[in-house]
């Protein structure tokens, strides 16, 4: 009966992890009473990630081990954070990672905070290399050191 439990506790590892996944890339979270939505700043490592508020304060935020391997984050994510006050001051907790169709569903209800907010001439001018530079120009790279160059 011991192996029965040691297969069924991973099992229910199992479950627990399809859920978390299953319920991330499928819900629509919306911030609760003592949420925020929140940019991701920097990854600390450690379960740590560097947060930009809407206000443009900068905190630390932890992700808890439920996320570990399953959902991965990068600068410029957005995330669903709760706030807990302490004596040390505020700490964060993550409690969703916010993908492309939730944030979408955010600005549509109106939830989406206006600072994180990017206008749309903003947006095709960020892909856009600036005025007057070619992309495919190879006048600017250097001559390789590896190769001999004969004329």
């Known amino acids: 009966t011991q192996s029965t439990w040691g297969i069924r506790g991973s099992c229910v590892v199992m479950?627990?992890?399809?859920?978390?996944?299953r319920q991330a890339l499928t819900s629509f979270p919306e911030p609760q009473d003592g949420e925020l939505i929140v940019k991701v700043a920097a990854l600390r490592g450690g379960n740590i990630v560097d947060i930009e508020t809407q206000d443009g304060i900068s905190a630390l935020a932890r992700m808890p081990s439920k996320f570990n391997k399953l959902i991965w984050i990068k600068r410029g994510d957005f995330l669903i954070v709760s706030?807990?006050?302490?004596?040390?001051?505020?700490?964060?907790?993550?409690?969703?990672?916010?993908?492309?169709?939730?944030?979408?569903?955010?600005?549509?209800?109106?939830?989406?905070?206006?600072?994180?907010?990017?206008?749309?001439?903003?947006?095709?001018?960020?892909?856009?290399?600036?005025?007057?530079?070619?992309?495919?120009?190879d006048d600017d790279l250097e001559p390789n050191s590896n190769h001999d160059v004969t004329s």
């Open 15 to 21: 479950l627990r992890r399809k859920h978390v996944t």
């Open 83 to 137: 706030t807990e006050s302490s004596a040390t001051g505020p700490s964060y907790e993550v409690v969703h990672i916010l993908q492309k169709p939730q944030v979408k569903h955010l600005q549509k209800t109106g939830l989406w905070p206006i600072a994180f907010t990017v206008k749309e001439d903003e947006a095709a001018n960020r892909d856009l290399p600036p005025e007057g530079s070619e992309s495919n120009s």
